[in-house]
C-alpha cells in the first residue's frame, strides 16, 4: 500500500473546488490518512520546492503557494502516487488530459490547482515535511471492495 501527498493549491480554494477535487480522489478508491486547512508559510514553502530554488518562476511560485489558504492531504491505496499524479494530469493545463483536474478547471502551468508527488523519495519527504507522524491509520468496510 502506498501513500502520496497532496495540496489543493490557493486557486481550488478560493474557487471553491475542494470538494470537488478531493471528491475525484475518493471514488478512485484512495482513503484519505491525513488532511488540514492551512496558511503556507514562506519557510516551509521553500522547503516543499527547493528543488526548484534556481528556476525563473521559483519567486512567482513561492507567491502564489502562500497567497491564501491551502489543503494538505495525505492519500493511501494501490499505487497511489501514479494514481494521483494521472489524476491531477500534466503540470501544463493546456497538455493535460481530458479528464484530469488540471484540464478540466485549469488553463495555465501558474494556476494548476494541485501538487502531487512524483515518487516514493519524494512522497515519503514531503508526507514528513507537512504532517511529521500525524497520519491516522484506519479500516474502511469498503476496503475489500477496492483492494484484492
Ligand atoms: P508538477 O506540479 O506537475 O510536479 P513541477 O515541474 O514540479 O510540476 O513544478 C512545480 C510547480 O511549479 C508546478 O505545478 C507549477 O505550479 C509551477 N511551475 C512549473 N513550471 C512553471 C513555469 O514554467 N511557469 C510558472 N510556474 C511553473
Ligand atoms: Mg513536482
Same mark, same amino acid.
Given at each position: 500500500?502506498?501513500?502520496?501527498f497532496?495540496?489543493?493549491?490557493?486557486?481550488?480554494?478560493?474557487?471553491?473546488?475542494?470538494?470537488?477535487?478531493?471528491?475525484?480522489?475518493?471514488?478512485r478508491?484512495?482513503?484519505?490518512?491525513?488532511?488540514?486547512?492551512?496558511?503556507?508559510?514562506?519557510?516551509?514553502?521553500?522547503?516543499?520546492?527547493?528543488?526548484?530554488?534556481?528556476?525563473?518562476?521559483?519567486?512567482?511560485?513561492?507567491?502564489?503557494?502562500?497567497?491564501a489558504?491551502?489543503?494538505?492531504?495525505?492519500?493511501?491505496?494501490?499505487?497511489?502516487?501514479?494514481?494521483? /499524479? !494521472?489524476? $491531477?494530469? =500534466?503540470?501544463?493545463?493546456?497538455?493535460? @488530459?481530458?479528464?484530469t +483536474?488540471?484540464?478540466d %478547471?485549469?488553463?495555465?502551468?501558474? /494556476? !494548476?490547482? $494541485?501538487? =502531487?508527488?512524483?515518487?516514493?523519495?519524494? @512522497?515519503?519527504?514531503? +508526507?514528513?515535511?507537512? %504532517?511529521g507522524?500525524?497520519?491516522?491509520?484506519?479500516?474502511?468496510?469498503?476496503?475489500a471492495?477496492?483492494?484484492?
Open positions: 500500500m502506498e501513500r502520496t497532496v495540496i489543493l493549491k490557493p486557486d481550488a480554494v478560493q474557487r471553491g473546488l475542494v470538494g470537488e477535487i478531493i471528491a475525484r480522489f475518493e471514488r478508491g484512495l482513503k484519505l490518512v491525513a488532511m488540514k486547512f492551512m496558511q503556507v508559510s514562506d519557510e516551509l514553502a521553500r522547503k516543499h520546492y527547493a528543488v526548484h530554488a534556481e528556476r525563473p518562476f521559483f519567486a512567482g511560485l513561492i507567491q502564489y503557494i502562500v497567497s489558504p491551502v489543503v494538505a492531504l495525505v492519500l493511501e491505496g494501490t499505487n497511489a502516487i501514479a494514481v494521483v /499524479r !494521472n489524476t $491531477v494530469g =500534466a503540470t501544463k493545463p493546456a497538455e493535460a @488530459a481530458p479528464g +483536474i488540471r484540464a %478547471f485549469g488553463l495555465e502551468i501558474g /494556476r !494548476n490547482l $494541485v501538487h =502531487a508527488s512524483d515518487g516514493p523519495d519524494t @512522497a515519503r519527504d514531503e +508526507i514528513t515535511l507537512w %504532517f507522524d500525524d497520519l491516522v491509520a484506519w479500516g474502511r468496510a469498503v476496503d471492495w477496492i483492494f484484492e
